[in-house]
């Protein structure tokens, strides 16, 4: 993917040339300390004028404010940093790394035919019993949902019709249209629109929400996610999906999680396609990881895991929109992702189990709080608790409680 860090670069090697910035003396540049991105988290209360000194003063040079708090991205080089550190009102300084969507590369794409395609129900729809929450009235309807990854496409007529609005937080557009197609692949698994063309997602009246953090090649800044969940916080989602991830354990990301549960917001991610361990941010506690299976209820080899996994759901071969207006099979913990989203969608939707004893002490199972309304972790027990046992008895790492079963959680 092309960078504005590359871009940045080569200026920056010119005003070393010709400025002595930094303090280099030469042409000969060592290519260890170029200037990295970084998020640089300052105390609260520090003004954005005193930051911009700050970052000035010890030769960092800004990129933009995030959206929440007292962060800044900036580029800085190994000096630059330890000065920023050394600043009491400098709490923290992290690399901006890339996250990647978690999608299979080898993924089969459809040709759009002179017609639209016939409607078909998508095995992983009909897997988790979708279609049996149908019949019983509910298919999602008011339910926000922010698919967090490459855009949705605006133009697809399996989708608009469900897409209230959205973002772009990459900066090489303010569009929100999906010009990679795993954004779009992924929303219709989750709310594909069920008019007779294509294909129908599991919860195919929820409103869909377009965050665009992820770039045309499917990867992108740890800035731009963290500010997509933050606006995905503000604009009152119910839900977020995150098909993507990183190897890498980085404060901010987890504490951006943080703030969407802490809000409400119910947060599911893809458990990762390494088959090693789970990934950023699904190995937050915070999150549902989400873990891939086959046809056969099988996971793949390359399914992450770990004792992070929750629950497991359909990620191979899975037919869904596409960018434009096709359609592809993509397989994926990405692919696995959506179905939950689309679960905890039915499951927002279903009266909680509020229940009080002649004491007037709460004794729900799982409206623990007896509020009378779904919290993330609520949300997630009702999962977990009706999920289909898979692999060894009980909770494991390749399963976690087991296959997503959207019948169960809604109608028990």
């Keep these: 993917m092309k960078r504005p860090y590359f871009r940045f670069v080569s200026a920056f090697l010119v005003a070393v040339f010709i400025t002595g910035f930094f303090g280099f003396v030469s042409a000969e540049i060592d290519e260890t300390n170029l200037p990295q991105r970084k998020i640089v988290v300052f105390k609260d209360g520090v003004s954005d004028s005193e ?30 940093e330890i000065k920023l550190l050394k600043n009491t009102k400098v709490v923290r300084v992290e690399d901006d790394i890339i996250v990647e969507a978690l999608a299979d590369v080898t993924a089969q794409r459809t040709k759009p035919s002179p017609t639209p395609p016939a409607q078909v129900l998508p095995w992983g729809v009909d897997r988790i019993n979708a279609d049996r929450v149908w019949t019983l009235g509910e298919s999602g309807s008011d339910i926000n949902i922010g698919i967090i990854d490459t855009g949705i496409s605006t133009s697809h007529p399996d989708l608009f019709g469900n897409i209230k609005g959205g973002v772009s ?3 090489y557009t303010s569009s929100w249209n999906d010009d990679n197609g795993h954004g779009s692949h992924v929303a219709g698994t989750v709310a594909a629109i069920n008019n007779t063309v294509g294909v129908v997602g599991g919860a195919y009246t929820a409103n869909v929400y377009a965050i665009k953090v992820l770039d ?5 800044y740890l800035s731009d996610v963290i500010d997509g969940i933050d606006w995905a916080v ?49 190995a937050y506690p915070e ?22 996994v929750d629950l497991a759901a359909p990620g191979v071969s899975i037919y869904s929109t596409y960018k434009g207006t096709k359609y592809a099979t993509f397989s994926g913990t990405s692919m696995a992702s959506p179905h939950v989203a689309a679960a905890v ?12 004893d002649a004491d007037n002490i709460c004794v729900s199972e799982f409206d623990v709080n007896c509020n009378g309304a779904w919290d993330p972790k609520e949300v997630q027990a009702k999962l977990e608790a009706t999920a289909t046992d898979l692999g060894t008895a009980g909770q494991d790492d390749v399963y976690g409680h087991g296959l997503v079963n959207a019948l169960a959680a809604f109608a028990n």
């Design 234 to 282: 503000v604009n009152d989602m119910h839900v977020i999906n995150l098909s993507l991830g990183a190897a890498t354990d980085v404060q901010s990301f987890h504490d951006a999680v943080i703030r969407a549960h802490t809000a409400g917001v119910v947060v599911v991610a893809a458990a990762g396609n390494s088959g090693g361990s789970v990934s950023y941010p699904a």
């Design 51 to 80: 930051k911009g000194r700050i970052l000035s003063a010890a030769r960092g040079m800004k990129v933009r404010k995030m959206r929440y708090g007292a962060a800044f991205v900036a580029y800085a080089d190994d000096a630059s």
């Design 216 to 220: 045309r090649s499917g990867s992108g």
């Design 345 to 356: 969608a039915l499951v927002l939707k279903r009266a909680t189990d509020t229940a009080f």
């Design 169 to 171: 937080e990459v900066a």
């Design 287 to 308: 999150s549902i990881a989400v873990a891939a299976t086959d046809f056969s209820n099988t996971a793949p080899y390359w399914s992450s895991r770990g004792p992070e």
